[in-house]
T-cell receptor, first 115, second 113 residues
Framework: DAGVIQSPRHEVTEMGQEVTLRCKPI?????LFWYRQTMMRGLELLIY????????DSGMPEDRFSAKMPNASFSTLKIQPSEPRDSAVYFC?????????????FGPGTRLLVL | QKEVEQNSGPLSVPEGAIASLNCTYS??????FFWYRQYSGKSPELIMFIYSNGDKEDGRFTAQLNKASQYVSLLIRDSQPSDSATYLC?????????????FGKGTLLTVNP
């Protein structure tokens, strides 16, 4: 069974450019989470979806960040315009409502460097 | 603000010893508790979960939960160098579609051969 898939795995871009990160959750999972991880702040929840609907986006740092989930098997996180302080590892995770504990499974992450 | 606190470490133990990792949480409504292991440059990997008071054992790992004290711990017996990683404590709460995990910042464990 394929796990959570993220692309790209690495992204280097210049300040001001648009960055799009992609995620495919585990098949059959209906909740999807976007996290950002830095040394200073640890793992922060940015936004999560349930059945393709955004439930809580209170962790999104500012209007430059947006996320969509057009269908059950695909989500994007977009940063426009990007800034050097956005450099971090971005993880996508998924879970299923059938797991009452809410166990989350993580993708490999996208390492973003904004110059 | 719901918080999950862990000692950042590093926690250094000799090979074969017991490593003890601790975590406290602020919200008494928390329902599920997880330990994830994260190797450097990799993604978090689930190693254990617990949801009722007491101990839960899985191989060399034992998770302990004390809801009255709002305390979760992970014991690793017979520590191996391959256990060297950052261990993240996560606490789950919510209901229905509004269920999410809050993570601590992690404890770096180093097992010395």
């Amino acid at each position: 069974d394929a796990g959570v898939i993220q692309s790209p795995r690495h992204e280097v871009t210049e300040m001001g450019q648009e960055v799009t990160l992609r995620c495919k959750p585990i098949s059959g999972h209906n909740s999807l989470f976007w996290y950002r991880q830095t040394m200073m702040r640890g793992l922060e929840l940015l936004i999560y979806f349930n059945n393709n609907v955004p439930i809580d986006d209170s962790g999104m740092p500012e209007d430059r960040f947006s996320a969509k989930m057009p269908n059950a098997s695909f989500s994007t996180l977009k940063i426009q315009p990007s800034e050097p302080r956005d450099s971090a590892v971005y993880f996508c995770a998924s879970s299923t409502d059938r797991d009452l504990l809410g166990t989350q499974y993580f993708g490999p992450g996208t390492r973003l460097l904004v110059l | 603000q719901k918080e999950v606190e862990q000692n950042s470490g590093p926690l250094s133990v000799p090979e074969g010893a017991i490593a003890s990792l601790n975590c406290t949480y602020s919200d008494r409504g928390s329902q599920s508790f997880f330990w994830y292991r994260q190797y450097s440059g990799k993604s978090p990997e689930l190693i254990m979960f617990i949801y009722s008071n007491g101990d839960k054992e899985d191989g060399r790992f034992t998770a302990q939960l004390n809801k009255a004290s709002q305390y979760v711990s992970l014991l690793i017996r017979d520590s191996q160098p391959s256990d060297s990683a950052t261990y993240l404590c996560a606490v789950g709460m919510g209901g229905g579609s509004n269920y999410k995990l809050t993570f601590g910042k992690g404890t770096l464990l180093t097992v010395n051969p």
